[in-house]
């Protein structure tokens, strides 16, 4: 079993920028491509990024692309997300996940799931 817990989430203004964190226990990550996802309520979860297990390959949503960078640490069994120039629209519940097959943007392919941490985006 895998536990993921979520951090670095909070109230930051449109323009600003936040780092979340997914730290992994139970389990080392290593072998596991990493994803991240968020979603409002009333609406279905969204796929935000995504990253292999050697690091090599990384998937984005088009509506993040050049403003999120999903990394990992396996060394210390930690995936995060740098979000930068947050718009409104980014406020959401972020959620960690992992898998033990290949790098994939489906939430359905995701065997292990955080709690999620709250992004809020406002002035």
């Known amino acids: 079993q895998v536990q993921l817990v979520e951090s670095g989430g909070g109230l930051v203004q449109p323009g600003g920028s936040l780092r979340l964190s997914c730290a992994a226990s139970g389990r080392s990550i290593n072998s596991y491509a990493m994803g991240w996802f968020r979603q409002v309520p009333g609406k279905e979860r969204e796929f935000v990024a995504a990253i292999s297990w050697t690091s090599i390959t990384t998937y984005y949503a088009d509506s993040v692309k050049g403003r999120f960078t999903i990394s990992r640490d396996n060394a210390k069994n930690t995936v995060y997300l740098q979000m930068n120039s947050l718009k409104p629209e980014d406020a959401a519940a972020y959620y960690c996940?992992?898998?033990?097959?290949?790098?994939?943007?489906?939430?359905?392919?995701?065997?292990?799931w955080g709690q999620g941490t709250q992004v809020t985006v406002s002035s």
């Open positions: 996940a992992a898998n033990r097959g290949p790098i994939d943007s489906r939430a359905s392919k995701y065997e292990y």
